[in-house]
């Protein structure tokens, strides 16, 4: 079945760069996306990246695929201390774009 | 506002006692699911629903139960609550086809005493 790996935690300082990396198993997938969810919140859609894609880059945030490796990235440029929240890698499964599994999430703090 | 609603935000209840929580979308979506969230588990999906009186099981289904009667609702029963279904749900909906469109709720805490 499907699987997607992330690592859970990542600090990084204020004004740095922050790489979010996460690595997938289905290769039919059509999308992979990134969801960030801030305490107490729910899940807001970051950005996504349909997978004949690269790259995409979004103002701060740049996602990088390699779909050879099966490995999906998000940069986010000048971290600051509002990006600190849980990032969720998810994919669509080869049914449907509307079908999601996640990662377990990784949690990003920003240190001032 | 185009939007996910789910009621209530948090709930804490005893063992046994039947619970529904609600979801409601407004954005003629086909697609509805429900998740639950646990530390160090991510998101894990519980049931679907394609469209009305259409739905199927997720990963996690035991303990659980889910009615479309109508389009833009798809409540998550839990005719018989246990500790271990203590979590933060989230309800999500989509259309079906067409891209990314999912649309998440704010989140019901539950509590199972």
């Known amino acids: 079945g499907e699987d997607v790996e992330q690592s859970l935690f990542l600090s990084v300082r204020e004004g740095d760069s922050s790489v979010i990396n996460c690595t997938y198993t289905?290769?039919?997938?059509?999308?992979l996306y990134w969801y960030k969810q801030e305490p107490g919140a729910g899940l807001q859609l970051l950005t996504y990246i349909f997978s004949n894609m690269d790259m995409k880059q979004d103002q701060r945030l740049t996602v990088l695929l390699n779909k050879k490796d099966k490995h999906l990235s998000l940069r986010i440029a000048d971290t600051q201390t509002g990006d600190s929240a849980i990032y969720f890698c998810a994919e669509s499964i080869s049914a449907g774009s509307y079908q999601l599994t996640f990662g377990k999430g990784t949690k990003l703090s920003v240190i001032p | 506002e185009a939007q996910v609603t789910q009621n209530p935000r948090y709930l804490i209840t005893v063992t046994g006692k039947k619970l529904t929580v609600t979801c409601s979308q407004n954005?003629?979506?086909?697609?509805m699911s429900w998740y639950r969230q646990d530390p160090g588990l991510g998101l894990r999906q519980i049931y679907y629903s394609m469209n009305v009186e259409v739905t199927d099981k997720g990963d996690v289904p035991e303990g659980y139960k889910v009615s479309r009667k109508e389009k833009r609702n798809f409540p998550l029963i839990l005719e018989s609550p246990s500790p271990n279904q203590t979590s933060l749900y989230f309800c999500a909906s989509s259309f079906s086809k067409g891209g990314p469109s999912v649309s998440f709720g704010s989140g019901t805490r539950l509590t199972v005493v």
């Open positions: 289905d290769s039919s997938s059509t999308y």
């Open positions: 954005m003629n979506h086909e697609y």
